[in-house]
C-alpha cells in the first residue's frame, strides 16, 4: 500500500497521498465496498504514478477526481459486459431460460440425503440445553456478532463464545454418530 509521497514535484501525486482517504471513502461510497474502494483506490495509484508527465496539472485534485470517476465507469462498464456474457452463456448452454436461471437440482439420493442430515441437525440442536441452543441459533442461524448474541441474551461475550463452542463440540460429536 502506498501511504506516503515521494519526494519530487508531481503535484497530482502529491495529491493523491494527500487525499488517499478521501479518495477511498469517495469510492466506497459509491461501490458499497470497502474491498472495492481499497482496489479501486490502488488502481488510481497505478494510473497516476503510470502517467506520463503532459506539463502541470492546473488543478490536482480535480484531475484526481476525474480520473476516480473514469475508474468507476470502467468498472461499472466491465460490470455489465461481464453480465450479459454470462447470461448469454446460460441461454447457450441451457441453463436459463428467457432470462431465468434453471434450478440446478441435485441427484434424488443426494436430495434425500441432505434432507436427512437436516433433520440430524434440526434434533441434535434441538437437544442443546436453552442457553447453548439459545447462543448457536442467534450466531449461527440469524447471524448475530458475538456482541450481538452477548446483548440479546443478557451475557457476556466470554459466555457466547463458551456456549458457542460447546454446542459446536456437542453437534460434531451428535452428527458424527
Do not use: C
Not at 441435485?106 to 436430495?111: K, Q
Not at 456482541?147 to 458424527?176: F, N
Amino acid at each position: 500500500m502506498h501511504d506516503r509521497p515521494p519526494d519530487g514535484g508531481d503535484a497530482l501525486l502529491h495529491a493523491y497521498f494527500e487525499r488517499r482517504a478521501n479518495l477511498v471513502r469517495f469510492f466506497a461510497a459509491r461501490t458499497g465496498s470497502l474491498a472495492a474502494a481499497e482496489d479501486l483506490a490502488q488502481d488510481l495509484y497505478l494510473k497516476v504514478a503510470g502517467r506520463e508527465a503532459e506539463g502541470e496539472v492546473q488543478s490536482p485534485v480535480a484531475m484526481l477526481y476525474r480520473m476516480a470517476t473514469n475508474l468507476l465507469l470502467d468498472r461499472a462498464r466491465g460490470e455489465r459486459r461481464s453480465a450479459a456474457r454470462d447470461g448469454a452463456w446460460r441461454e447457450a448452454t441451457g441453463s436459463a431460460v428467457g432470462g431465468e436461471d434453471l434450478a440446478q437440482e441435485p441427484p434424488a439420493d443426494e436430495a434425500v440425503a441432505s434432507r436427512q442430515r437436516l433433520r440430524q441437525l434440526v434434533e441434535a440442536v434441538g437437544e442443546l440445553p436453552p442457553q447453548m441452543q439459545r447462543a448457536f441459533r442467534l450466531h449461527k442461524l440469524e447471524g448475530f456478532s458475538h456482541a450481538e448474541t452477548a446483548r440479546a441474551m443478557g451475557v457476556s461475550v466470554k459466555a457466547v463464545e463458551k456456549h458457542i463452542s460447546g454446542a459446536l463440540k456437542a453437534l460434531t460429536r451428535r452428527l458424527a454418530r
